[in-house]
């Protein structure tokens, strides 16, 4: 237990920063929008390989049907959202930058968009590898952000052993309140998705940790806890990154993954509230994920508020149907802080996309665009909750330096959270010097 | 006059500075100071040398006391000392040939830096016993360390800085000497 | 553009013989050479050197042309010859021309501001004071330390220093001190320089180290200087000062 | 909608902390400026125009190594202008204002422009041009005049206005012509070292004593100091830890012998040491920025001034402790990586 | 003679003498015990060789670059930064043959400049091709194409690459060495090393067709197989919307494939003229950017 | 290797070492003396001529045995013979005056650490003819006593208002002590480095410009 426990007497870990929260739409209930005209479907939405598409142009697809199939274990399926006819399989815009293939579906206009094709069953007859199928089946992702395939997760290797499942209620990017909204409104389903997320792993403990600006969550999750004591609630502080699944790990149980190293090294499995939630009413529908609910929020939104969006539902139209001003606007899928910018409004949202942020001029012009030289004021290096030393690797990365980087400071363990560029007075973009310096690292290494 | 052991140290560490105040063994500090991962071992060697030609030096200094020659001191020490380096670089790219590697040419260089030579001259017209003269070369030793490793470590520092172009390379190198002389500067004086 | 060597080089080929050879052959020419340049200088740099200590000497002790070196010890004070080196203090007895005894010349140092300052420094029996001084060697600060050779007020001070022997002639009446500039009371203060101050109190410290050794000893013993002034004065004239 | 907006492309995070390096350089001048107007009151005209003169010629500098390395000006930062206050603050009131030029170039050339700027240098700039001055005219830069002597805002201290180039006048008489009680011309530090006399603490306290322009009132330079932590322009582990290491090593040796040595207290008050702790060092571009290199940087620069002082040639030894920890300073950082989270505990 | 002087030399060419014979000795027996050999040619070479540790040969860096060529296991024109004459005269000195000389390059696969392709945002963050890529591929409508920011001019140690005013990196062949760097820094892959003779050269990399590359940059290539028609069979193919040039069959290429190419994205290089559009390819007056 | 293999003695041979590869400027080689002993010009001046005289002989007496000398010892041998004619000089210079013998210190006796002497006679006397190398030394002695000349010119004159001893500014003029002390010396040699740099590039950037009008 650290040092700094002792004194506030939260759970947290040391380092990270506090942000202004924004978290204006807590109150705001899961909504639905009217369906786009058109659903773009890149099929990596999800880190593996992409799916294969099952569905030709011209084909006709139902709301929930497969339109693309596995390709192997180490990928999901993906389901039609809409009912609607296929346009194709075209180049389109990705969060990721380049554009990917992807199934475009003209939705119809006049369909009641029933989900019309599922396989209900018993989960508790499942098997372990069935329920791990079953899982992979509904095409579930990390719905935390990191969009990895869920039954990958809760496929626990053979030489690991994990006792604890740690479920993310963080939350702890600026603006975003999907899932304190999960919380609040689907606590049963998040329970059923535990308690099978605890069955496929084996774990005997599970222990979902909240920040304490989320209290009537905690309270209402108390509440559905089921009797026997084997899932618990914990409120951890508030503080950036609390979500990242290291700094929860730390905080809820003291254990640190090793550098490199996965969560299942010290007995551990994360997963987001949303995801389990998620599971927790696909299992036993037998349906696909086919929708997912983000939170659209920022400075240049009129109408913010949390909705229910079919996957592949291109910006422009949430947009459209929110209202949004400005006329230089920024785009953001996520949080604040580590979110993507958008460079396109065709970009779809995809299963990894918990908001859409819009910041119009005058929260852009707030910050002083001047990149200062490194004053070595060392914020960052008090802030980096890695305990990596930005200073030196922003430097050196200014120089090229990225071998030495890796070599010498650890430049790996960094997981892009922001927090150094955030208090850099000198406006220093360290994070993207590092994704760019870990970016050629991994190419020269290939 | 006698002066203590701890005086003749601190002084030729710190408040005479070989390399700093005294202006020896310049072309190691300049030439081997652009990374620590090799000055450190460079400093180790000169300060290895320096116990060497220190011991060399007072021995060889007892003959020719003996026989009246001291006019032949500055050859025969040069030469002794000489040799004994020429061993231990030959020593070492036999046993190490990674560290031998590391230091390339400056090994040659220490043979004949004028640090070594200095040292052995000094401790003479100081009169310094054996036990003095041994004091006297890890002192020096220490503060040739001591001013190449900070060096180095500035100079690390300055590889990361946006220099203007005209100042990159000996010249900056240079004007760090002076300053890191004129921050030594406050030594002078220590133990008067 | 030579073909490499290739054969030549794969082995260690030079035989021992060669090397020693060539390396004793060497050392013997720079012996050679060596003894050679030394014996011709020899007497030049002699030469030279007395002069320096001649004008050093002459300088610290007003109306001196002629001097005779001793030794204080033991047993009293000894005069030294080429033939008979003696260990001690060394001091030079320096004469006027007509071979009185004018004064003593006799060596002190002390830690200054960046090493040991060395001085010569006169004493007078006469009036029991120090006359004059001369720095033999220093390495102050150029155009601050070394003001104790340059700074006309400050070498004033050794016009008379006070040096005389308390009554039962064990000791200095008072020790020499130097004081901060401008506040020199006594014959035995020394006035310091401003901005050089620890190199003045440096000279102050050796001249009174120096003095408090060799004075009680001297003392009871300079009619012994008087007894035996040198034959022939040395000719004059091309005194070297600095 | 309308017109289709301008996407504007940024890179994560998209949030920021607020508050750059101007702002912090802004505050650090405004700190500074309650020091600079009791130095003026105190030392009047003389020490009105070294400030004026050695902040010109710093800022004046500063864009003439824009200019020969074409780059745009660096004024703006106001870090030019912090090294220039700095600098005349450390300065003895009535240095010739020639030499003060001479410092305030050398710092800026040497200091920083050699380097390539902002944030680029190695060593504390001011200091570099003090120590260079010190070096270079060594009289000039000891020679001290009282506190709040008659006829300061009507007249220059004679010193003050000597022409480039030439030697200032001796002040001597001067000094005893403007001061009733008898003024020896020198700081409390001196006067302890060399004469064994050692001030009022209230008066170091208060600044009534002779010295540089602005190192006379600890008390003042605290309160402006704890302005700037509180602000968290600057880390208050550093003068925190400078004074300590500076306090521990003074209380042992006056334990030891206290009639031949200094209290604590008097070390701490006395000199440049206040300043220094809380100007100087705190510069976080010659810090470290390892929070346990801060502490061994804060601490060997405590441990050296004292050192300095009191087995040293010279009185004072804040500037030379200071540059000696700029120095150390890349090496503090690279011994002192923190232990990467993750990373096993060795023994572990 | 003086007896005093004759003693004093004699003692002193003796002591000499006695010490040379020692240290002599010390050595000799040294050199036997501890010699270590290491070939003098490798300095030679190395001092031969550029000494600026590129590593474009393949090897580490220049000395080991040396030791391979002394052990025969390299040809000397692998370095491609020495000149010709440097590599003839290592050969020499090594005796061997110089190896194939074939001047290589660094070739850009994009023509779209500020002037021709569109940004559909607008990038406000570090000027660097690498930064601007991470952040949702960059502000250029086409993301394939380059994004202007110079990464490659930045790496090129040999100051071969510089910006044109539309800002596209334009490579000075005689100055490339064909080192790699820019190729390995570009973040859309834009730069290949290619032989000179290797005049044929599709300046595209989009992978869309028709209008909807068009709509991004006038001088895409559309995929409109007309360079393949014209040419003759195997050398150009259309894969994934864009021309392919088969280069194994480069000694059948010529100007003729270009000639019908309706934007230019197929272009003739040649060593006097430069590039060379066909008479067909759309016309650019334009000099100013385009607007977002 | 081209110019080693050469025999012929050029203009090049000779002003290699005053310019192109002076010593001092540009292969910052025998650094020591050249800060320790250039606070005044004469100084500068004594130590250049010193250092030429031992560059000289031991070059041409090098060249002339470079054969005999076995690789093994060349080093021991170099030196002692480097050490030889250093005692010469230093007795010389005591014999013509014990004042500058005194200024010098032991500077001239460590003329034989000087690593130019020993970086010359191993890249050049041991191994090119007599005439040749002596010609070399000549330059490269020459461009040395100028470096120095440069220094001690520039420190004597900021340091103590004085050229060659002679007073230039009066008594008023306030001297710059620390252009005598080391860090001067240091700075002082930046300085000069920091110029011809300066010069250097502007001349490329001159014809730069140039060549792109043309
Ligand atoms: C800096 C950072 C912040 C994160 N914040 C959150 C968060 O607030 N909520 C969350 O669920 N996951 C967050 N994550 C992702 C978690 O680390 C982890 O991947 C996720 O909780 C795993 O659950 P999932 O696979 O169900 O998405 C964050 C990751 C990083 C690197
Ligand atoms: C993570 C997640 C969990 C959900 N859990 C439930 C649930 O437990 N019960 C339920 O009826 N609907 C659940 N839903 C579906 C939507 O909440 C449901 O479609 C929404 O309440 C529609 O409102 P309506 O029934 O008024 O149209 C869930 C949706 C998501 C994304
Ligand atoms: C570069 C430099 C050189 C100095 N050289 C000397 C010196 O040679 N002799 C000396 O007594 N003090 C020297 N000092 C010490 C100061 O001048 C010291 O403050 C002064 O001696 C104190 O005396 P004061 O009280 O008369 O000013 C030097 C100081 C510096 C910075
Ligand atoms: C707390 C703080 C202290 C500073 N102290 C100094 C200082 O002592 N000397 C100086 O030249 N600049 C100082 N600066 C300004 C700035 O950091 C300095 O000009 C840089 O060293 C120039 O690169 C300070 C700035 C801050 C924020
Ligand atoms: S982005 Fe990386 S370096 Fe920066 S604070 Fe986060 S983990 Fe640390
Ligand atoms: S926060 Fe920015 S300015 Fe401060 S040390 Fe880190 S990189 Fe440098
Ligand atoms: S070719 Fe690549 S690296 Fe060069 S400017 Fe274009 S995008 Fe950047
Ligand atoms: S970086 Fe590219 S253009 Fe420059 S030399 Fe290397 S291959 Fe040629
Ligand atoms: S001259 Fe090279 S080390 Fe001294």
């Known amino acids: 237990m650290g040092l700094f426990d002792l004194f506030s007497g939260l759970k947290t870990f040391a380092h990270g920063i506090h942000p202004p929260y924004h978290k204006d739409t807590a109150d705001k209930p899961i909504r639905r929008l009217p369906f786009p005209a058109q659903l773009v479907l890149p099929l990596d939405q999800h880190i593996g390989k992409p799916a294969i598409p099952l569905v030709k142009k011209g084909q006709e697809v139902v709301r929930g049907e497969p339109i693309a199939k596995a390709d192997g274990a180490f990928s999901v399926p993906l389901h039609a959202p809409a009912t609607g006819r296929v346009r194709g399989i075209e180049l389109m815009p990705t969060p990721k930058g380049p554009k990917s293939d992807a199934i475009v579906i003209d939705v119809y206009d006049g369909s009641t968009q029933e989900v019309l094709w599922k396989q209900p069953r018993e989960m508790s007859e499942l098997s372990p590898t069935e329920a791990i199928q079953a899982i992979q089946d509904t095409g579930m992702v990390g719905l935390g952000g990191a969009a990895f395939p869920s039954h990958l997760k809760l496929t626990i290797p053979e030489d690991k052993t994990v006792d604890t499942l740690v479920i993310n209620g963080c939350e702890c990017e600026p603006y975003l309140t999907c899932d304190h909204r999960v919380m609040l409104e689907h606590p049963q389903a998040l329970m059923r998705g535990i308690r099978y997320a605890m069955r496929a792993t084996g774990t005997s403990q599970a222990i979902i940790g909240v920040e304490d600006n989320k209290m009537d969550a905690v309270e209402i999750l108390r509440d559905h806890l089921p009797k026997g004591g084997s899932i618990k609630v914990e409120s951890v502080e508030t503080k950036y990154p609390q979500g990242s699944e290291k700094m929860l790990i730390k905080s809820v149980l003291n254990r640190e993954v090793p550098a490199g190293g996965l969560p299942a090294d010290v007995g551990v499995v994360v997963n987001n509230v949303g995801t389990l939630a998620g599971l927790g009413r696909l299992l036993p529908e037998g349906e696909g994920l086919i929708e997912r609910v983000i939170t659209v929020a920022g400075p240049g939104i009129v109408k913010p508020g949390n909705y229910l969006v079919p996957l592949g539902t291109p910006i422009r139209h949430i947009l459209e149907q929110v209202g949004y001003e400005g006329s230089r606007t920024e785009f953001i899928l996520g949080g604040p802080m580590m979110g993507p910018a958008v460079s396109a409004m065709d970009t779809p949202i995809t299963k990894g996309t918990s908001g859409l942020l819009v910041l119009n001029e005058p929260s852009i012009e707030e910050e002083s665009h001047k990149i200062w030289p490194c004053i070595r004021c060392a914020r960052c290096v008090k802030a980096c909750p890695m305990h990596l030393n930005p200073s030196i690797l922003g430097q050196m990365a200014a120089k090229r330096k990225y071998e030495e980087m890796a070599e010498d400071y650890h430049l790996n363990d960094c997981f892009e959270c922001g927090c150094c560029s955030y208090v850099c007075p000198s406006n220093i973009p360290l994070v993207q010097y590092f994704r760019i310096a870990k970016a050629i690292n991994r190419e020269q290494a290939a | ?192 | 553009m030579s073909t490499p060597e290739t054969e030549v080089m794969q082995q260690p080929a030079t035989p021992a013989g060669p090397m020693i050879r060539t390396l004793m052959g060497i050392a013997m020419l720079s012996g050679f050479l060596v003894v050679l340049t030394y014996q011709l200088t020899k007497p030049i740099i002699e030469e030279n050197q007395r002069r320096a200590i001649e004008a050093a000497v002459f300088q610290v002790i007003p109306g001196a042309v002629a001097r005779k070196d001793f030794v204080v010890n033991e047993t009293g004070v000894v005069a030294v010859t080429a033939e008979n080196p003696a260990e001690g203090i060394p001091i030079y007895a320096g004469y006027d021309q007509a071979g009185q005894l004018k004064g003593i010349a006799a060596k002190a140092a002390a830690q200054g501001y960046a090493d040991i300052i060395y001085l010569l420094y006169g004493y007078e029996p006469e009036c029991q004071c120090i006359r004059g001084i001369k720095v033999l060697k220093l390495a102050e600060t150029p155009g601050l330390g070394d003001k104790i050779i340059t700074d006309a007020n400050f070498v004033a001070n050794f016009d008379a220093l006070d040096a005389s022997l308390n009554d039962a002639g064990s000791d200095l009446a008072n020790d020499i001190v130097t004081v901060k500039h401008g506040t020199k009371q006594n014959p035995w203060e020394i006035d310091a320089i401003s901005g050089a101050t620890i190199s003045a109190k440096a000279v102050g410290k050796a001249l009174n180290l120096s003095a408090k050794a060799l004075l009680p000893k001297l003392a009871p013993q300079v009619e012994k200087l008087r007894e035996d002034p040198p034959r022939q004065p040395p000719e004059q004239g091309e005194e070297q000062v600095n | 909608m309308s017109k289709k907006p301008t996407i504007e492309l940024r890179t994560s995070p998209h949030a920021h902390a607020g508050g750059d390096v101007v702002r912090i350089m802004r505050n650090v001048v405004y700190a500074m400026l309650p020091i600079c107007a009791f130095t003026i009151w105190q030392f009047g005209l003389s020490a009105l125009a070294l400030l004026i003169v050695v902040t010109a010629t710093c800022m004046a500098s500063e864009r003439l190594f824009n200019r020969l390395s074409s780059q745009p000006s660096s004024l703006g930062d106001w870090s030019a202008a912090i090294t220039g206050i700095l600098l005349a603050l450390t300065l003895p009131p009535g240095f010739p204002l020639w030499m003060g030029a001479v410092a305030a170039f050398a710092a800026v050339a040497l200091g920083k422009a050699l380097f390539g700027g902002l944030g680029m240098n190695a060593m504390n700039p001011a200091l570099i041009g003090r120590a260079f001055v010190q070096a270079a005219f060594p009289v000039a830069i000891t020679t001290w005049t009282p506190a709040f002597f008659e006829g300061r805002f009507t007249s220059f201290v004679p010193t003050t206005l000597t022409p480039p180039f030439l030697q200032p006048p001796v002040i001597s008489d001067w000094v005893t012509s403007v001061t009733v009680d008898a003024f020896s011309g020198a700081t409390p530090l001196a006067l302890q070292k060399f004469e064994g006399v050692q001030m009022d603490t209230l008066d170091m306290l208060l600044g009534t004593t002779a010295g540089s322009a602005g190192e006379t009132s600890a008390l003042l330079i605290l309160i402006c100091g704890l302005y700037l932590a509180a602000r968290r322009m600057l880390d208050w582990r550093i003068p925190v830890l400078v004074m300590l290491g500076a306090a521990v090593t003074a209380g042992i040796f006056f334990l030891i012998d206290p009639v031949k040595y200094p209290d604590p207290l008097f070390v701490l008050l006395s000199g440049g040491l206040m300043l220094g702790a809380w100007f100087m060092a705190s510069d976080m571009v010659g810090s470290p920025v390892t929070p346990l290199g801060v502490v061994i940087y804060a601490l060997m620069i405590g441990v050296l001034t004292v050192i300095i002082r009191l087995f040293g040639g010279l009185t004072e030894g804040v500037m030379y402790a200071i540059l000696l920890g700029n120095a150390a300073t890349p090496l503090i950082d690279q011994l002192t990586q923190p232990r990467v989270f993750g990373e096993q505990r060795a023994g572990k | 003679m003086d007896i005093e002087i004759v003693l004093n030399v004699s003692s002193a060419i003796l002591f000499m003498g006695v010490l040379g014979l020692l240290l002599s000795s010390l050595l000799a027996f040294a050199n036997k015990k501890l010699w270590v050999f290491e070939d003098p040619r490798i300095d030679e070479v190395e001092s031969l060789l550029p000494a600026t540790n590129c590593g474009a040969c393949g090897s580490a860096g220049c000395r080991p670059f040396a030791e391979a060529l002394i052990e025969g296991k390299v040809a000397p024109a692998l370095c491609t930064v020495s000149s010709a004459d440097n590599i003839t005269e290592i050969a020499d000195y090594l005796g061997v043959d110089s190896g194939d000389v074939v001047k290589r390059v660094a070739r850009l696969a994009c023509a779209g400049g500020s002037h021709v392709a569109r940004m559909r945002a607008h990038y406000d963050g570090l000027a660097s091709c690498r930064a601007a890529a991470v952040v949702s591929g960059g502000p250029k409508g086409c993301t394939w194409g380059c994004l202007g920011l110079a990464d490659c001019a930045e790496v090129c140690e040999f100051d071969a690459i510089t910006m044109d005013k539309h800002g596209l990196p334009v490579v000075e062949s005689a100055k490339c060495t064909a080192c790699e760097d820019c190729v390995e820094v570009c973040p859309k892959g834009l730069f290949s090393i290619q032989p000179v003779d290797h005049r044929l050269w599709v300046a595209c990399k989009n992978l869309e067709h028709g209008d909807t590359a068009e709509n991004d940059c006038e001088v895409a290539c559309t995929a409109c197989e007309r360079c393949v028609k014209d040419s003759p069979e195997g050398l150009i193919t259309i894969d994934d919307n864009l021309a392919i040039i088969d280069y194994s069959k480069n000694g059948l290429a010529s100007r003729v494939a270009t000639e019908r190419c309706p934007t230019g994205a197929i272009v003739w290089l040649d060593d006097d003229r430069g590039v060379i559009k066909g008479t067909q390819a759309k016309r650019i007056i334009r000099k100013e950017a385009l607007p977002i | 290797m081209s110019k080693i293999g050469n025999d012929n003695i050029t203009w090049g041979t000779f002003s290699e070492g005053l310019w192109r590869d002076n010593p001092v400027f540009v292969m910052l080689l025998g650094m020591c003396p050249v800060l320790a002993v250039t606070n005044s010009a004469i100084n500068a001046l004594a130590m250049g001529l010193a250092t030429t005289f031992v560059l000289l002989a031991s070059g041409a007496l090098i060249s002339l045995l470079r054969h005999s000398i076995p690789k093994q010892v060349r080093i021991a041998t170099y030196i002692v013979i480097i050490a030889t004619f250093v005692t010469i000089v230093d007795y010389a210079i005591q014999a013509i005056s014990l004042d500058l013998y005194n200024a010098l210190g032991a500077f001239i006796q460590l003329i034989v650490a000087n690593c130019m002497i020993l970086g010359r006679a191993e890249a050049y006397a041991s191994r090119n003819r007599p005439l040749k190398s002596f010609t070399n030394a000549l330059g490269m002695g020459a461009g040395f006593t100028i470096a120095l000349l440069c220094l001690g010119v520039v420190r004597e004159v900021l340091g103590a208002g004085s050229l060659f001893g002679i007073d230039l500014f009066g008594p008023r003029f306030e001297p710059w002590v620390v252009m005598i002390l080391p860090a001067g010396g240091f700075i002082v040699l930046g300085a000069w480095l920091l110029l011809f740099e300066w010069l250097k590039q502007r001349k490329e950037r001159l014809e730069l410009e140039a060549a792109a009008e043309t």
């Open chain 2, 1 to 192: 006059m006698t002066e203590s052991l701890s005086f003749i140290f601190l002084n030729a560490v710190l408040a005479n500075n070989f390399v700093l105040a005294l202006f020896l063994g310049l072309c190691p500090f300049l030439g081997v100071s652009g990374k620590l991962n090799t000055a450190l071992p460079m400093g180790l060697a000169t300060m290895f040398v320096m116990l060497v030609s220190s011991v060399s030096a007072y021995l060889i200094n007892i003959v020719l006391v003996t026989f009246e020659i001291e006019f032949l001191r500055l050859i025969a020490y040069i030469a002794v000392i000489a040799s004994a380096v020429q061993l231990v670089e030959m020593a070492l790219k036999k046993l190490s040939p990674a560290l031998f590697r590391s230091l390339g040419i400056f090994l040659p260089l220490i043979t004949t830096n004028c640090a070594i030579l200095g040292l052995a001259l000094f401790q003479t017209f100081k009169e310094y016993n054996f036990t003095q003269s041994l004091v006297y070369a890890i002192g020096a030793g220490v503060g040739f360390i001591l001013a190449i490793v900070l060096m180095a470590g500035l100079r690390e520092k300055l590889e990361l800085s946006t220099m203007p172009s005209i100042t990159q390379g000996a010249a900056v190198s240079l004007m760090l000497g002076g300053l890191l002389s004129l921050s030594f500067m406050g030594f002078a004086g220590l133990g008067g």
